[in-house]
């Protein structure tokens, strides 16, 4: 089962690694993994998604309450929870089909970031059935280059 892990962890050199090596090290693959400051500059949210069963899971978050430099852990997996990822999309646009790449863009309400001669650069951002549609239908007029960033997760605020 795929669980989604909010981690608030120190804004030091090295925390990272020794989350993901914990990780790692018990034979657990990370699908996604995002980390950035919070609005507190000396801690980082980290988001991980981690495939394991009840009992890897609970695993994982043992060892990981054992870090020092962890303070938080939530798992997301089951809340009610707002989950994005960021996709850039470089599509080859002859000049005689942009228009249908960029209704489709507008349709996802993405943005086109950048233009070349004979491709168009579309950001979106969605969650991972959106952005999956979309490079199904941008393949259809050949997608040049695809990178996605992992996904990063929050529970709503019915939970305040």
Known sequence: MKHILSVLVENKSGVLSRVT????????????????????????????????????????????HKLVSVYKITDLTDEDAIERELALFKVSAPPDRRHEIIEIANVFRANIVDVGKNSLTIEATGDESKLEAMEDLFRAYGLKQLVRTGKIAMSRNSKD
């Not at 990780?23 to 980290?46: K, Q, Y």
């Open 21 to 64: 090596g914990m990780i790692s090290r018990r034979g657990f693959n990370i699908e996604s993994l995002t980390v950035a400051p919070t609005e507190d500059s000396t801690m980082s949210r980290l988001t991980a998604i981690v495939n394991a069963d009840e009992v890897g899971y609970e695993q994982i978050t043992k060892q990981l």
